[in-house]
Every structure is written in structure tokens, then in C-alpha cells.
């Protein structure tokens, strides 16, 4: 059983910083195609991909956050990170790591399977 479990949210001012972690248990993440990504749901809104990395290091990022987010893993340690810098009020919500099985790389929602409990971020302008 796939486990994830999400830390590191909390308040911060725009334009600070945070560093999220996502630590994952229940699969090898090198016997299979696998990516793992971050995504966020704002109040009122959808949730929506930010970034996700695969297996050897391939990396995506949705456009509202390239230039100021990084994704990155630990594959031995299983735990993902989500850098977060130059941050704004608009990336204020709910983050969620979240686990595809499966080749490619992609932000969609629907290709995700196995999904943590979210840590909250709060920017305040």
C-alpha cells in the first residue's frame, strides 16, 4: 500500500519561502515507470498540477511556477521536495504529493493514483 505523507506547510509573507516534503512508503520507486508531483487546490478552485519529477530526474513545472519552484527527490530515502521561493499570495492552498504509475510526464489530476492528505500554505501580501 502506497503511503504519503506531506510536511513543511505553514504562513509566510510574499516573496519568502518554504520547503515542502512529501515522504513516500509502500513501493520501489525504481522497479516501475513512476513519477511522482506536487499539486494544489486553492479555495473555490480546482485542484491543479505544479510539479512532478520521474525516477531518473526528469522534471515538469506548471507555468505560474517555473522560475521560482524545484522539485526533487531522495530515491533512497523515498521523500520528495517542493522548494518554494519568490513566493505570492496566488499560491496560497492545499498542496498534495502524489504518486503515477506509469510512463511520461504529466500534471493531469486523472493520471495520478495514490494521493497524500495535503499540507497547508498560506501566503499573505
Known amino acids: 500500500q502506497v503511503q504519503l505523507v506531506e510536511s513543511g506547510g505553514g504562513s509566510v509573507q510574499a516573496g519568502g519561502s518554504l520547503t515542502l516534503s512529501c515522504a513516500a512508503s509502500?513501493?520501489?520507486?525504481?522497479?516501475?515507470?513512476?513519477?511522482i508531483g506536487w499539486f494544489r487546490q486553492a479555495p473555490g478552485k480546482e485542484r491543479e498540477g505544479v510539479a512532478s519529477?520521474?525516477?531518473?530526474?526528469?522534471?515538469k513545472y506548471a507555468d505560474s511556477v517555473k522560475g521560482r519552484f524545484t522539485i526533487s527527490q531522495d530515491n533512497t530515502k523515498k521523500i520528495l521536495l517542493l522548494q518554494m521561493d519568490s513566493l505570492k499570495a496566488e499560491d496560497t492552498g492545499m498542496y498534495y504529493c502524489?504518486?503515477?504509475?506509469?510512463?511520461?510526464?504529466?500534471?493531469?489530476?486523472?493520471?495520478?493514483?495514490?494521493w497524500g492528505q495535503g499540507t497547508q500554505v498560506t501566503v499573505s501580501s
Open positions: 502524489a504518486v503515477r504509475v506509469g510512463q511520461g510526464l504529466t500534471l493531469q489530476e486523472a493520471d495520478f493514483t495514490y
Open positions: 509502500g513501493y520501489t520507486y525504481a522497479n516501475y515507470y513512476m513519477s
Open positions: 519529477i520521474t525516477s531518473d530526474g526528469s522534471t
